[in-house]
């Protein structure tokens, strides 16, 4: 194997990985918002039903389970996105 071949698999490979860790981080950014918006309008159960109410209360806490890792991964990308723009 010549260091020409092995070169251009690592380039690939690399330019491959940070596609898709981009799609990655714009997929779980797009799920977090989708989730900080539910959270938002299932908090808003006044003059509802009691077993709505319930429900909703239910909904609440399941979506905060979920925002936890999003929004620690969100703040994973911001700080990687400020480190690369302050390296350059």
């Known amino acids: ?23 990655l981080g714009a997929i779980g950014t797009g799920i977090l918002i989708s989730a900080l918006i539910a959270k938002e309008l299932s908090t808003s159960y006044e003059g509802q039903k009691p077993t709505l109410k319930e429900r909703l209360k239910s909904l609440t806490g399941s ?7 999003l929004l620690m991964i969100f703040m994973l990308i911001v700080a990687v996105k400020v480190m690369e723009v302050l390296s350059t």
Request: glycine residues 10%.
């Open 1 to 23: 194997m010549s260091v020409f071949t092995v070169t251009n698999t690592t380039v690939v490979v690399a330019t491959g990985s940070i596609g898709i860790a981009i799609g």
């Open 63 to 69: 979506l905060n389970i979920a925002i936890t890792p």
